[in-house]
C-alpha cells in the first residue's frame, strides 16, 4: 500500500487518502481510502473455484462462476464512495470511531454488472423486500461477528453494480476482489467487498453491523431505533490551499470537491471572509451522475491578515450543506460547512 496514506489502524486495515490525491478527478487506486471490520484475506482468491451464490426469495437459486457474471452486459460508472464516518474527526464534539479528517472518500470508474440484472436471471419473489451481502473477510476478534449488510430492494434493483473493476484495473485485494457491491450513491457500509453470498429476504438483515452501528443516534437511544446511514449528503471539500498554509498577496486559487450521493450537484459558494459575504465557484472537468463535480474560485487578496475560507454545496433538489453538522454519537455524515472551513494566512 502506497505509504502516502494516512494509516489510523493495520489490523483492521483503515487508511485515508492523502490532500493531494483528492485533487483529481479519479483517485488513484493505490491512494483509495481503505476501509475494513475484519480481516483481509492475505491473497487473492483463485477466480476458478470462487463462486457467487443468489439464494433467499428466488425462483431460480444461483452459484456464478466469475465467467457467468462476465457474461453479463458490462457497464462502466463514476461513482464517489464516502465512508460514513468521513470527516468525523473534523467535529467539534467528539464521537466514536476512526478519527478520518477529509479522506475517507473517493472517486473511481467501476466496472462491472448490474445487480438487477443477475437478479433477474434468478426471477425476485414478490415478498422479497430487501437483498443481504456477505463477503468472504474473516472477523477481526472474539465476538467473531460478520460484516453483512442489507440494502432496499428498490435500491438494489434500480441502482446498484456489482463491481469487478476500478479504473480500468480487475477490483484490487483490499477493494474487494473480485467483486464488490455498489450501491451507486450511498456511502461505503452499504458496498459489501468479496462477495460470496446475495440473499433475498422479506425483512433487514439483523446483527451487530445493521442494528448497532451505521445508524444515526444520539446519547442514551438504543441505537437500532436511529436512521440507516444510506445516501450519501450533500457536501463540499476544499482540497486548496490546505488548512494552516501562509500565502504572499495576490492571487489564491482556491479548489475543491463537491459531492451529494444521489443527487446532483448543482452549486458550491465560497466564502473568503468566514461566511459574511458568498460567491459562486466555477465548475471545471467531468459532470456525471454519482460522480463528483470539482470546483474553483480565483481569489485576489490584497491585504495581509488571518482568512478562514468556507465552501457551500447545494445540490439539485435544492438541498444546502449545513451550517454546522448533525451530531450524532457514532458521528455519521458530517457535512458541516464549519467543520470543513480552512485557515490560511496571507504575508
Ligand atoms: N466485506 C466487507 N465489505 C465492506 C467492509 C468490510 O469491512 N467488509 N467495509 C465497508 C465500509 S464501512 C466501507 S466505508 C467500504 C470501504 O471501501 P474501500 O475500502 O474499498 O474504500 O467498504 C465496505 N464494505
Ligand atoms: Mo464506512
Not at 489502524?9 to 483517485?27: C, D, G, H, K, M
Not at 444521489?262 to 460567491?279: C, I, N
Request: net charge negative; proline share 5%.
Amino acid at each position: 500500500m502506497d505509504k502516502k496514506m494516512r494509516v489510523m489502524s493495520e489490523r483492521p486495515l483503515n487508511a485515508e487518502t492523502p490532500l493531494v490525491s483528492l485533487q483529481s478527478w479519479i483517485t488513484a487506486n493505490d491512494v483509495f481510502f481503505k476501509r475494513n471490520q475484519g480481516k483481509i484475506m492475505s491473497a487473492p482468491v483463485s477466480l476458478d473455484s470462487w463462486r457467487l451464490s443468489i439464494q433467499g426469495l428466488v425462483a431460480r437459486p444461483q452459484e456464478l462462476s466469475f465467467a457467468e457474471i462476465l457474461a453479463y452486459p458490462k457497464v462502466e460508472i463514476a461513482n464517489t464512495l464516502e465512508c460514513s464516518g468521513n470527516s468525523r474527526s473534523l467535529l467539534e464534539k467528539k464521537a466514536s470511531g476512526n478519527p478520518w479528517t477529509i479522506g475517507g472518500v473517493g472517486n473511481a470508474v467501476w466496472g462491472g454488472v448490474r445487480l438487477a440484472d443477475v437478479l433477474d436471471e434468478a426471477g425476485v419473489d414478490s415478498q422479497a423486500r430487501h437483498v443481504s451481502f456477505e463477503g468472504l473477510d474473516k472477523p477481526l476478534g472474539s465476538a467473531g461477528i460478520k460484516f453483512i449488510r442489507s440494502i432496499p430492494i428498490t435500491k438494489a434493483l434500480d441502482s446498484t453494480l456489482l463491481a469487478y473493476e476500478m479504473n480500468g484495473e480487475p477490483l484490487p485485494l483490499e477493494h474487494g476482489f473480485p467483486l464488490r457491491a455498489l450501491a451507486l450513491g450511498w456511502t461505503g457500509a452499504n458496498c459489501v467487498k468479496w462477495l460470496s453470498t446475495i440473499t433475498l429476504q422479506e425483512e433487514p438483515q439483523e446483527g451487530f453491523f445493521m442494528d448497532k452501528v451505521y445508524r444515526e443516534f444520539q446519547k442514551g437511544e438504543d441505537p437500532a431505533s436511529g436512521q440507516v446511514v444510506t445516501t450519501i449528503n450533500i457536501k463540499a471539500v476544499i482540497t486548496a490551499p490546505e488548512n494552516g498554509s501562509t500565502h504572499t498577496p495576490g492571487s489564491v486559487i482556491i479548489r475543491g470537491a463537491a459531492y451529494a450521493g444521489e443527487a446532483d450537484v448543482a452549486r458550491v459558494a465560497v466564502s473568503v471572509d468566514d461566511g459574511a459575504t458568498w460567491e459562486d465557484a466555477a465548475f471545471y472537468g467531468p459532470h456525471e451522475r454519482y460522480a463528483w463535480r470539482r470546483w474553483e474560485f480565483q481569489w485576489t487578496v490584497s491585504e495581509p491578515g488571518e482568512y478562514v475560507i468556507l465552501a457551500r454545496a447545494t445540490d439539485s433538489k435544492g438541498r444546502v450543506q449545513p451550517d454546522s453538522a448533525h451530531w450524532n454519537v457514532l458521528g455519521y455524515g458530517n457535512n458541516g460547512i464549519r467543520e470543513h472551513a480552512v485557515a490560511i494566512s496571507v504575508r
